[in-house]
Structures are given as structure tokens and as C-alpha cells.
């Protein structure tokens, strides 16, 4: 299956940049082997810190070689429902991309996707308008020079597609079929565009600033979702900051471990810390402006690797190096590697993190793109749901302050819910050679010290490890609630611990 977003291929430098840097091992002085087991002591505070408010969502790609993901698997909309995603994010692409022509448009293809995810979740996806027709570029595919107005124009006919009746082309008239009962409110304005032929931060605010107050003329309570930044590309928050004068509501980025499959575990886990501290570098930029030190920032594209199949099996992000599906994607090391990106961003304020994406293969999917069979991926970013429903209307979350003994192999995320419960989620990342490569990881021995938030009535575990059913999910368990409660996790691996009062 050829799967791909139109942003992602970069230079794996380009990605180490924006991760914050990857590992590697001196072949003269070789670190000596790893111990079996590792171990981290934890304490959790009764102290509590920031809001904790970090929701997640998952995406699609509405083109000609996944449009008919619904209509092979109509089942898969249960399983995409009970993720409970937040502004599921819809980027149409090739042909997925509806005015085909200055007089033609096809909505045949993204509808395919879109109309089905309308119904969704929050029922309010994200249309991120990521490319411009092609005819609308100055050497008439992608490149050259936009056509800001004909964009306008392509961008306010969206709008009234979907928002305000639809629109009458010289090919006849268009309307989406579920107006007026479902509309879309969130709307993103172009896709990464340091690394799609837009030349640098003022240039895309040129744009924002045309295109958004065009779209409000059609639909004036629709919101907007700026930026969608790569590749270290963190400093044009500050530009568009300083520059931008049209409505803003949300400033995205995205963030990929490799775009390498021959990367090493130790070097994906590596650029996590990296991830944090791009958000924190997007938030100075917006603070820089008083109107926009409000604004949240959204991760609307995050996986292991932003690699795939350039055709004839060839990698697009090596040139010459044959492609090689990364199944780190839904192995045991998604389960350490997405909540450790989870905790890391959401403690950097972060307030939505999406998986790219749902329909797919087991590098990218949550479920398999032609069967709809769940992948393990699918149950990491369920249950992270189910521990931490926030974003969609549910009472906030509070971090509670902890202290740990291994932050170099373990990260811990402690919050007290609004009903005096409180779920502490353990991520095992300590990885056993510097050499693996979808590698087992350590077995880790975790006592939790909990002593100072008082009893409790009861309290679960579950985990998610190599061991657990992909087709069936992990299961809860009873454990005691006296402190320390004892963990062991074996390998990469998530868990969860819930207390309640």
C-alpha cells in the first residue's frame, strides 16, 4: 500500500533538528552491555502542579489509494468511535484534493473519508486544507509560486461546501451531504510548509493573513489552525507571531522519531526530550505577541517514522536505500515509545497529540488498512485516551509532583483526577543494546511510593507489552493499594495505575 503524507519526506537531519537529536555508539569505546534488569524508585507528591490537558486524535489522508477504507471495512467505525478522538484530522491529497481543474471539482474521493468521519467522535474534525490544486502553482504542479487568491477562492469554496450550502462551478453545483446537520469548524492552512515551497515564515503569514479573512467572509464562526511546522523549523512561531494579523485559534506542529528504519531504538527514544522542547520553543515565539500567549499548540502528526515507499520499493527518505517497513510503529516499543512522547509533550503544555494515522499498514496504522484488525498501536492510544479523557469537555487534570530515581529509562506521569482519584502511568523505554532495532528492552522493577496521598478504597494495573492480544486488548487488573505498590514490567512496555478513594 502506498501510504504518505505530502509533508513528511525531509531530511533525517531535517528530523533530528526538529527531535532534538538522535544517538549514536563510538565504535572504538563500545558502552559496556546493559544490566538485565533496571530499576526506578518512584514518589508521588500530594503537591500539585499545571493543569494536565492533553487529548488525543488520530488522523486520515483522503486520496486515491485509501478512499475506500469505509466502504471495504465499514466495522472500522466503531473502533475509530471508541477512540474518542479530538478533532479527528482530515488532509485530502492528490486526488483527495476536490477542484481538479479552474472549472471542475471532484469530491468523490475525500468525501469518501470525510462524510463518514463527520459523524465521529466530537463530531468536529479538522479540514487541514494541506496543498493547493496544482494548477494554482506557477509551473502548474507542486512548486513555483501560489496563486494566493485562486488558494483564497479554492479555501472559501471548502467552506461553503461543507459550512453554508455549497457552491455552483461551471461543472454544475456542489454540496457536501451532511449540510446542515454537520459542518466543520476547524480548518489548518497548509501542511509543513518550511519544506513545501514556501520560502520562510513571512511568506506563509502573507498567505494566513489572505486566506484566513477570506473564509470568515463565508463562514465567520469557523476556526483556524496555523502553522503545522517540521523539521526544525520551531522559530517560525515567532515570525508569524510578530506578523500575522488574521484570526488565530491553534498553532500546530509535528514530530517523527526517524525517517530512517536502520535508526536504532536508542536513537528514536533519544529525540522524545527533543520533541518537549520544540513546544516550549513554539510557546516563547507566540508569547512574543500578548493577543497570541493564550494560544495552545497541537501535535496533529506524530509516529516513529516518517518514512515510506517512494515506488519500486526504494525509500523516500534515503535515496538509493531500499525501503523497509518500520514496524516499531505497532510493536512493543510503541507501547514505551507513545506514552513517552505523551508525558514529555504534555508537560510541555501540549494540548493535542495525533497519531498518523488510522488506516495503514503496520508502520503508520492504529488498524490495518485493509482489514480494519486493531494493531497494538491501537489499544497504547486507547487506553492513553480512557486514562487522560481531557480536551473533550471532561474536568481537567492536575500533575502531581513525583520524583524518580531513573528519568533516563523510565518516564512517569502522575495526575489527580477532579473526583480524588488518581492514575500514574509508567513508560518502560530503557533499551537493552545500543544495536536493536525493534529490540525487547529491560525488565524494570518499579516501587511506587504513595504514602503521602492518603488511602484508598481500591486500585487497578493494566498493561500494555509484547504479550498483549492486539485483537483483544489489555485487561485491568485488581492489585493492593497500600504503598509501595510494586511494579514489574517486562521489555518496552506502558502501565497504568489507577487509585481511587
Not at 12 to 24: E, I, Y
Not at 188 to 214: K, R, W
Not at 436 to 449: E, F
Given at each position: 500500500?502506498?501510504?504518505?503524507?505530502?509533508?513528511?519526506?525531509?531530511?533525517?537531519?531535517l528530523?533530528?533538528?526538529?527531535?532534538?537529536?538522535?544517538?549514536?555508539?563510538?565504535?572504538?569505546?563500545p558502552?559496556?552491555?546493559?544490566?538485565?534488569?533496571?530499576?526506578?524508585?518512584?514518589?508521588?507528591?500530594?503537591?500539585?502542579?499545571?493543569?494536565?490537558?492533553?487529548?488525543?486524535?488520530?488522523?486520515?489522508?483522503?486520496?486515491?489509494?485509501?478512499?475506500?477504507?469505509?466502504?471495504?471495512?465499514?466495522s472500522?467505525?466503531?473502533?475509530l468511535?471508541?477512540?474518542n478522538?479530538?478533532?479527528?484530522?482530515?488532509?485530502?491529497?492528490?486526488q483527495?484534493?476536490?477542484?481538479?481543474?479552474?472549472?471542475?471539482?471532484?469530491?468523490?474521493?475525500?468525501?469518501?473519508?470525510?462524510?463518514?468521519?463527520?459523524?465521529?467522535?466530537?463530531?468536529?474534525?479538522?479540514?487541514?486544507?494541506?496543498?493547493?490544486?496544482?494548477?494554482?502553482?506557477?509551473?502548474?504542479?507542486?512548486?513555483?509560486?501560489?496563486?494566493?487568491?485562486?488558494?483564497?477562492?479554492?479555501?472559501?469554496?471548502?467552506?461553503?461546501?461543507?459550512?453554508?450550502?455549497?457552491?455552483?462551478?461551471?461543472?454544475?453545483?456542489?454540496?457536501?451531504?451532511?449540510?446542515?446537520?454537520?459542518?466543520?469548524?476547524?480548518?489548518?492552512?497548509?501542511?509543513?510548509?518550511?519544506i513545501?515551497?514556501?520560502?520562510?515564515?513571512?511568506?506563509?503569514?502573507?498567505?494566513?493573513?489572505?486566506?484566513?479573512?477570506?473564509?470568515?467572509?463565508?463562514?465567520?464562526?469557523?476556526?483556524?489552525?496555523?502553522?503545522?511546522?517540521?523539521?526544525?523549523?520551531?522559530?517560525?512561531?515567532?515570525?508569524?507571531?510578530?506578523?500575522?494579523?488574521?484570526?488565530?485559534?491553534?498553532?500546530?506542529?509535528?514530530?517523527?522519531?526517524?525517517?530512517?528504519?536502520?535508526?536504532?531504538?536508542?536513537?528514536?527514544?533519544?529525540?522524545v526530550?527533543?520533541?518537549?522542547?520544540?513546544?516550549?520553543?513554539?510557546?516563547?515565539?507566540?508569547?512574543?505577541?500578548?493577543?497570541?500567549?493564550?494560544?495552545?499548540?497541537?501535535?496533529?502528526?506524530?509516529?516513529?517514522?516518517?518514512?515510506?515507499?517512494?515506488?519500486?520499493?526504494?525509500?523516500?527518505?534515503?535515496?538509493?536505500?531500499?525501503?523497509?517497513?518500520?514496524?516499531?510503529?505497532?510493536?512493543?516499543?510503541?507501547?514505551?515509545?507513545?506514552?513517552?512522547?505523551?508525558?514529555?509533550?504534555?508537560?510541555?503544555?501540549?494540548?493535542?497529540?495525533?497519531?498518523?494515522?488510522?488506516?495503514?499498514?503496520q508502520?503508520?496504522?492504529?488498524?490495518?488498512?485493509?482489514?480494519?484488525?486493531?494493531?497494538?498501536?491501537?489499544?497504547?492510544?486507547?487506553?492513553?485516551?480512557?486514562?487522560?479523557?481531557?480536551?473533550?469537555?471532561?474536568?481537567?487534570?492536575?500533575?502531581?509532583d513525583?520524583?524518580?530515581?531513573?528519568?533516563?529509562?523510565?518516564?512517569?506521569?502522575?495526575?489527580?483526577?477532579?473526583?480524588?482519584?488518581?492514575?500514574?502511568?509508567?513508560?518502560?523505554?530503557?533499551?537493552?543494546?545500543?544495536?536493536?532495532?525493534?529490540?525487547?528492552?529491560?525488565?524494570?522493577?518499579?516501587?511506587?511510593?504513595?504514602?503521602?496521598?492518603?488511602?484508598?478504597?481500591?486500585?487497578?494495573?493494566?498493561?500494555?507489552?509484547?504479550?498483549?492480544?492486539?485483537?483483544?486488548?489489555?485487561?485491568?487488573?485488581?492489585?493492593?493499594?497500600?504503598?509501595?505498590?510494586?511494579?514489574?514490567?517486562?521489555?518496552?512496555?506502558?502501565?497504568?495505575?489507577?487509585?481511587?478513594?
Amino acid at each position: 500500500m502506498h501510504k504518505f503524507s505530502l509533508g513528511i519526506l525531509s531530511l533525517f537531519l531535517l528530523l533530528l533538528t526538529a527531535c532534538g537529536g538522535g544517538g549514536n555508539s563510538n565504535n572504538n569505546n563500545p558502552p559496556p552491555p546493559p544490566p538485565v534488569t533496571i530499576t526506578a524508585n518512584v514518589t508521588v507528591s500530594s503537591s500539585t502542579g499545571s493543569t494536565f490537558d492533553l487529548a488525543m486524535s488520530t488522523s486520515f489522508q483522503p486520496a486515491e489509494w485509501d478512499y475506500q477504507f469505509f466502504q471495504n471495512v465499514p466495522s472500522a467505525l466503531t473502533p475509530l468511535e471508541n477512540l474518542n478522538p479530538h478533532h479527528i484530522r482530515i488532509q485530502g491529497v492528490s486526488q483527495g484534493i476536490p477542484q481538479t481543474s479552474a472549472t471542475t471539482w471532484d469530491f468523490s474521493k475525500l468525501d469518501a473519508i470525510t462524510q463518514p468521519v463527520l459523524g465521529v467522535g466530537d463530531q468536529s474534525p479538522e479540514f487541514q486544507i494541506g496543498w493547493a490544486p496544482t494548477f494554482m502553482w506557477s509551473n502548474g504542479s507542486a512548486g513555483g509560486t501560489l496563486n494566493v487568491s485562486a488558494f483564497a477562492t479554492y479555501a472559501q469554496n471548502l467552506v461553503r461546501y461543507y459550512n453554508a450550502g455549497g457552491f455552483t462551478a461551471p461543472d454544475g453545483p456542489h454540496v457536501s451531504a451532511a449540510y446542515p446537520n454537520q459542518k466543520i469548524t476547524w480548518w489548518g492552512i497548509l501542511n509543513e510548509p518550511s519544506i513545501n515551497h514556501i520560502t520562510d515564515a513571512n511568506q506563509y503569514t502573507q498567505i494566513y493573513n489572505q486566506v484566513v479573512p477570506a473564509m470568515q467572509t463565508v463562514d465567520p464562526t469557523i476556526k483556524f489552525v496555523a502553522l503545522e511546522l517540521c523539521c526544525g523549523s520551531e522559530s517560525w512561531a515567532g515570525t508569524f507571531a510578530a506578523n500575522v494579523s488574521a484570526q488565530v485559534d491553534v498553532v500546530a506542529s509535528h514530530y517523527y522519531s526517524s525517517c530512517n528504519q536502520r535508526d536504532t531504538d536508542a536513537q528514536l527514544m533519544a529525540t522524545v526530550p527533543g520533541f518537549a522542547s520544540s513546544v516550549t520553543t513554539i510557546y516563547n515565539g507566540l508569547s512574543t505577541k500578548a493577543a497570541l500567549s493564550h494560544i495552545p499548540v497541537w501535535i496533529t502528526e506524530n509516529n516513529v517514522n516518517a518514512d515510506f515507499n517512494a515506488g519500486n520499493n526504494m525509500s523516500a527518505c534515503n535515496p538509493g536505500q531500499t525501503f523497509v517497513t518500520d514496524q516499531r510503529g505497532t510493536s512493543a516499543f510503541f507501547a514505551a515509545w507513545r506514552p513517552y512522547v505523551f508525558s514529555q509533550v504534555g508537560k510541555a503544555g501540549a494540548h493535542a497529540l495525533y497519531h498518523w494515522d488510522f488506516d495503514a499498514d503496520q508502520q503508520y496504522g492504529e488498524v490495518d488498512f485493509s482489514t480494519g484488525n486493531k494493531m497494538l498501536s491501537y489499544w497504547v492510544d486507547y487506553w492513553l485516551g480512557q486514562y487522560f479523557p481531557t480536551g473533550n469537555g471532561n474536568p481537567q487534570q492536575f500533575l502531581l509532583d513525583s520524583t524518580n530515581s531513573n528519568n533516563a529509562q523510565v518516564e512517569v506521569l502522575p495526575v489527580l483526577n477532579a473526583d480524588g482519584s488518581v492514575v500514574i502511568m509508567v513508560s518502560n523505554h530503557a533499551v537493552a543494546s545500543p544495536s536493536d532495532n525493534n529490540g525487547a528492552g529491560l525488565t524494570a522493577n518499579i516501587p511506587i511510593d504513595t504514602s503521602v496521598l492518603g488511602t484508598f478504597s481500591s486500585a487497578s494495573k493494566l498493561v500494555i507489552d509484547s504479550t498483549t492480544s492486539a485483537t483483544t486488548g489489555p485487561t485491568a487488573t485488581s492489585i493492593t493499594a497500600t504503598s509501595p505498590i510494586s511494579l514489574t514490567m517486562n521489555g518496552y512496555s506502558v502501565a497504568f495505575i489507577k487509585l481511587v478513594p
